[in-house]
C-alpha cells in the first residue's frame, strides 16, 4: 500500500512540475512588425501581421518567425519590389527569423502587473544573412496577458540589401526603423 502512495505521489509532483514548466512558455499570434523609410523623396511604411512568436518566461527566450511575403504595402508595385530578387528575394528567403534571450530578465517579473524595460540579445537573420543585435524593449504585463513592444533601427547593407544605382538608390533609406508589438 505505501509503495502505491509513493507512486502515486510521484506521478502527481511530475505532472504538477510538467505542467509548470509549459506554463511558462507562451506563444504570440498577434504580432505585429511594420518599418519605415524615409527619404526626401518618399516615406514607405510596410507592415506584417503573420509573424508568430514564443517567450519563455522562465529563461527570457524569444523567438520571432517573419513570413516576409505577408508584409503589406500601400501600392503594389512596392510590394512587387520588396520581393523581388533585386531586393529581398523572398522566394529563395521566405523567412527571417530572431532568435534571443531577455538578458535583464531578472528585472522582469511576469507575475506582476506593470511596464518593464527589458534588453533583448540575440540572433536576428534577414535574407539569409545572420547578425548579433542588442535591443531594448518593453513588457507590459496585464492579468494573464503579456505584451512585448520594440523599435529599433537596420542597416539595409549589413542583410545585403545595397542599391548603388536607380530609384531604388534614392527612394529607400539606408537604415530603416522596425517597429515590433506582440502580444502573448
Known sequence: MRN?????????????ATTTSFAQKVVSQKTSISFFSHTPIEDIKSSNFKSVSTLDTSTGDVVFSVPMQSFEFEKELMQKHFNSSDFLDTKKEPKSKLVGKITNLSQVNF?????????VSGELTIKGTTKTISEKATIIVKGSTIILKSKFYIVLADYGIAFK??????NIAKIIE?????EY
Open 4 to 16: 502505491s502512495i509513493v507512486k502515486i505521489v510521484s506521478v502527481l509532483v511530475l505532472l504538477v
Open 111 to 119: 507575475k506582476k502587473d506593470g511596464t518593464y524595460n527589458a534588453e
Open 165 to 170: 544605382k536607380g530609384k531604388p538608390s534614392t
Open 178 to 182: 522596425v517597429t515590433v508589438e506582440a
